[in-house]
């Protein structure tokens, strides 16, 4: 039961999943280190250094898990492995004495950090896949849908819709990529003592039986081990994953930042779900401020800090150990796959619930798209035989006077402008000026190229 009378992580309740809370529980590392202890005895038995009474009293207690029994002992003695070895070893009469033989700590702790990276990296990948399921359906929907693409936050050029969420959705898509290809290549420590050589091990089994000792208890893990570590796996193990995620957390940010401007009233075009109760502010009830994006881009700033991080505890790892990367790690590898999640999980509903404004799409492009169109009268001039750096002074100058006037709040003139430039009509007729001036037309290749995006999304998540 939550308790709120003492600092809670806003990771504890507030950010991230059920599922995901689950994962980096205190409960559930400490089943796995039990599962990694059953597994190393059920290994050592079939070396004949574990009777099967002792191991199936192992298997008995397994999930007997008692953590206030546990830190207790702990406050004593200043090691919550070792005091998690005792209290399994008091519950199990037969099989006690021999858990955690010729192991070190982290031959525990390292295998059961990567076994819950395995399983975070998991659940992000299946709702990484969710989100970019629903936008590749988004791209398809609104790929021919022309609007107004903006450069230095300036009108530019028109495009599509589609073709714009296309570059979310590249980019999503390469994160996912890059996320399961982390997955695939978690290891474990394995089981090499001390000072990673398998010194302990090899008294145990022999030399000669080290490799196959250790091929077992990573088939019976289901996790792959480095083949050379410390008393650790290398840490920039972590520095990959956490970059990875940080990533991810990049192409969330502009996503979200990307909508914020788009939601604005000025423009209008995009905005996220907003809920029929939901309050926007607590002085102004008109509000309707995009608090799902924001807390996406603050999110996402807060895991694109993490690397350095992580790399400090790689870069600082001294010889084969030091601990002064310990703590650190208790709070960045939970909190960064937690981050990541509700990353995720805020997105996934701000897609599957935006909102398109078709007319606020349509008047934007009304009103900046001639200014583009003008670059196609600009080549049809130069093809007719205008010389084009005159004609490019030329429409120049209706161009900012048409957008003076728009500033002044009248209808935008520019196509009547250019019409009545007999210097340009001498080479393009009026009517067909009406047609170049469609900045609906200029919008090349997009609608092919966001229908061929999504055909890359919804082929680059299905299984095999």
Known sequence: MTEYDSYLSPFSWRYGSKEMRQIWSEHSRRLIWRQIWVALAEVQAEFNLVTPDQLSDLCAHLHAVDIPRALEIEAEIHHDLMAEL????????????????????????????????????????????????TLGLLIHKWADTPLMAFTHLQPAEPSTLGYRLSLYGQDLLEDYRAICMARRELKGKGFKGAVGTSASYADLVGKDNLVRFETRLSEKLNLPFFAVTSQTYPRKQDFIVISTLAGLAASLYKFAFDLRILQSPLLGELAEPFGKKQVGSSAMPFKRNPIRAEKVNSLARYLAG????????????????????SANRRIMLPEACLAADELLETMNTIITGLSVDEQAVARNLEIYGPFAATERVLMALVKAGADRQAMHERIRDHAMNAWEMIRQGVSSPLLDSLQADKEITRYIPKNELTVLMDARAHIGDAPQRARQMAESIRAGIEPG
Do not use: Y
């Open 86 to 133: 005792r209290v399994f070893a008091e519950q199990c009469k037969v099989g006690g004495g021999i858990i955690h033989l010729g192991a070190t700590s982290m031959d525990i702790e390292d295998n059961a950090d990567a076994i819950r990276m395995h399983q975070a990296l998991d659940l992000l990948i299946a709702k990484l896949a969710g989100l970019l399921r």
């Open 306 to 325: 993490l690397p350095r991080l992580a790399w400090d505890n790689a870069a600082h790892s001294l010889l084969e150990r030091t601990l002064d990367d």
